[in-house]
């Protein structure tokens, strides 16, 4: 008599089951620390002579129901799901991965906050404990869910790196915050002469505060970016907060502040209609904007030289498109100042002069930065042509100035129309302000898409490839002796595909031939490639597939 195998749970079942279980964990884990923190500032208030329920009994009932109810369950669900974490499929299900990588992430966001919110509260002697307990509980979580991320034998399979990233995103722009508001306290101050300080709160409590949170964002960010592997990461999410927190963020942060300081001296220099203290008031910030931001835009800048190709590219084009917007609103803005040169100004209208110093200070600022990063004078090359996401930043460019054409010649219509039919004879004031927005995107337009169609004729005109040729290579495993980081760079140049190094423990490191790399690879045929580097510095491409 044969027994029945014991019956298993299906794909999808096994998916679900997870999906229920970390959900459940999640929300379990949350509730017990906000009780801990809770219980936790009430004991230190009854040790500090206050009774524990001096504010009612009802939020002490719910820090207990959450702390000694919800408590022993999330550790019986916890217990449940580390048992089953001992097999593999369990390890490498996206769900493991996504409860652990969301809970560090959480954590360490809600802990740094309440922390620097606790040392922002102690410089001038306020109420901190509340801050601080919540922070101290919620560094317990994390630290307990960090060890088994990267410690324990039960760490995910799945998003490598990604709690490093966002807590490293995280961390930059808290202390990109700080570090803006402690500088433009400072230049604020000096600019004022100390006028504008309050009594009873000087300067140096504003400028010591948003210092904590400057430098505890700058720890949270380096802990992460360095310590963490976030530097290091070569997933996709790495790649998109590197060009769109770094790249992006820091562009347009320094060309705003930039923009507006140039703009605040060209009209201390010719426009002098609004006293001195009014025109200087946007000063302080605007520099703090554009010195922090550049050196955010620089350093990320920087960080891209070690990324492949297409992320290099995502870089640049990233920046020519913030500084193609600010060109753009600089242009249509000096259309709308010379069309109101030319209309009656009435009361409450915007000198016109205001209004051409700031299309000139716009432009000024996104003109020389967007001819940089684009390089009009090669767009038309070749190996230009090739890059990765060309094609689809001209479609974007070209899609949303269209849009905008459109939206401003339905506005000019019912301008035109409203003014005849009402008889007022005030038209061209009326559609100045859109006229010159579409000035600005005819040109924008006009130029992208008289690229776009030099791309495309290119294209037809390019040979197709001979039948049978191998498939461009994307992925590239390097094995080799220690310092071998000279042949990853030369590789992510060569082939722009992501290169993974492990370096050798059985050999010194001898350089291969940048001509014998470029010979192999040439022979190589596949889409991912391990290349070995034996201890003479012979090279040999094996060509391997995904599993």
């Known amino acids: 008599m044969s027994l029945a195998p014991a019956p298993t749970l299906s794909a999808a079942a096994r998916v679900v089951r997870r999906v229920v279980v970390y959900t459940i964990l999640f929300i379990l884990v949350v509730l017990v620390a906000n009780g801990l923190s809770d219980l936790l500032y009430r004991l230190v208030d009854l040790a500090a002579g206050t009774t524990i329920a001096s504010s009612g009994t009802g939020g002490l009932a719910v820090a207990l129901t959450f702390t000694l109810i919800g408590g022993p369950l999330a550790v019986l669900l916890g217990w449940f799901a580390w048992r089953r974490l001992a097999d593999l499929p369990e390890r490498g299900s996206l769900a493991w991965a996504l409860y652990l990588v969301g809970m560090v992430t959480v954590a360490v966001v809600v802990a740094a906050s309440a922390l620097f919110t606790a040392a922002a509260a102690a410089v001038t002697g306020d109420e901190f404990a509340a801050a601080a307990s919540t922070g101290l509980v919620w560094a317990a979580v994390w630290a307990g869910h960090r060890f088994v991320l990267r410690h324990s034998a039960r760490q995910p399979g799945r998003l490598p790196g990604s709690a490093a990233v966002l807590g490293g995103v995280f961390g930059l722009v808290l202390g990109v915050g700080g570090l803006v508001r402690a500088l433009t306290v400072l230049l604020d101050t000096a600019i004022s002469g100390g006028a504008d300080a309050v009594a009873g709160d000087p300067w140096w409590v ?36 590197l060009v769109g927190v770094g790249i992006l963020g820091g562009c347009l942060l320094a060309l705003a502040g930039t923009g507006t300081t140039l703009f605040v001296l060209l ?93 000139i200070s716009s432009v000024l600022v996104g003109g020389p930065l967007w001819w940089v990063s684009w ?21 974007v460019v ?71 040729a191998a498939p461009a290579i994307t992925e590239l495993v390097l094995i080799m002796g220690p310092g071998g980081e000279p042949v990853v760079a030369h590789l992510r140049d060569l082939t722009g595909a992501r290169v993974v190094y492990w370096p050798r423990t059985d050999g010194v490191t001898v350089l291969p031939a940048p001509g014998a790399v470029v010979e192999v690879l040439a022979g190589a045929a596949g889409e991912r490639v391990v290349l070995l580097v034996g201890s003479d510095g012979a090279v040999t491409a094996i060509p391997v597939t995904a599993v």
């Open 206 to 241: 504003s400028a010591g505060q948003a210092l904590i949170w400057a430098a505890g964002g700058a720890l949270v960010w380096g802990w992460h970016w360095r310590h963490e592997g976030g530097k290091d990461a070569a997933m996709a999410l790495a790649a998109v907060a």
């Open 398 to 468: 070209f899609g949303i100035s269209a849009v905008v054409a459109l939206i401003t010649l339905l506005v000019i219509g019912f301008r035109l129309f409203d003014t005849v039919l009402s008889g007022d004879a005030g038209l061209l004031k009326g559609i100045r302000a859109p006229l010159g927005l579409l000035v600005a995107t005819g040109l924008v337009a006009g130029y992208h898409f008289s690229v776009w169609r030099g791309d495309r004729a290119a294209a037809v005109a390019e040979p197709p490839p001979p039948a049978g």
């Open 375 to 395: 390089r009009p004078g090669t767009a038309q090359a070749p190996q230009r042509r090739r890059t990765a996401g060309r094609s689809v930043y001209l479609v």
């Open 267 to 359: 009209r201390l220099a010719a426009d002098r209609a609004d006293p001195v203290p009014e025109l200087v008031e946007p000063l302080g910030l605007a520099v703090s904007a554009a010195i922090v931001g550049s050196l955010v835009w620089v350093y990320h800048r920087g960080a891209l030289r070690h990324r492949p190709a297409p992320v290099r590219d995502a870089g640049s084009l990233a920046t020519s498109g913030i500084a193609l917007v600010a060109a753009a609103t600089g242009i249509g803005v000096i259309v709308n100042a010379l069309l109101a040169a030319l209309t009656s100004p009435l009361a409450g209208d915007t000198d016109p002069r205001t209004l051409l110093l700031g299309g």
